[in-house]
């Protein structure tokens, strides 16, 4: 799981933001990473960081010492631990979490749990994450294009 979306095309290049690849390694592993610590990171470190597994858990303890590792070595700044899900709601395709209904409403689409099944574990995140109220959410409409669900219902 290396690639990267076609919504963050305006800033793949550089890699000056997170982006979702990475996101969903972080909380796979448990570790919040701030965008302070990321632009402190070589570009190289960046590519690794997209490119490293997280698929079993020999990869998820190799990624988390490597984060803790890089921001030793490029910033002082501490990482924190976050709590790892269990049973994230982007491995859930049975059911579609409110949040992600709620912002597809306000963009006048409706979702099925038949299209949400379709979609890979990556894309449910993206859309989860895309969907908090915290977020900017302007990745929203482009990642449902992205995903063909432009016809939902």
């Known amino acids: 799981m290396s690639y990267l979306f076609k919504f963050e095309d305006d800033f793949v290049s550089s890699l000056r933001c997170i982006p979702m690849v990475v996101r969903y390694k972080l909380d796979t592993c448990g570790i919040k990473l701030k965008l302070a610590h990321w632009n402190q990171f070589p570009l190289s470190v960046r590519q690794q960081l997209v490119q490293q597994p997280t698929e ?47 912002k ?11 299209q949400w099944q379709k979609l890979t574990p990556i894309q449910r995140f993206a859309l989860i994450k895309l969907s908090r109220s915290s977020h900017e959410n302007a990745n929203f409409i482009p990642a449902i294009k992205e995903f063909n669900l432009t016809d939902a219902g």
Do not use: C, G, H, M
């Not at 597809?104 to 038949?114: D, H, P, R």
């Open 56 to 102: 079993t858990p020999e990869d998820i303890s190799t990624y988390r010492n490597l984060l803790q590792d890089l921001a030793s070595k490029y910033t002082d700044i501490p990482l924190k631990d976050l709590p790892v899900d269990s049973q994230p709601p982007w491995l859930d395709a049975s059911q579609i979490p409110e949040a992600v209904q709620n």
């Open 104 to 114: 597809a409403a306000e963009t006048n689409l409706e979702i099925s749990v038949q």
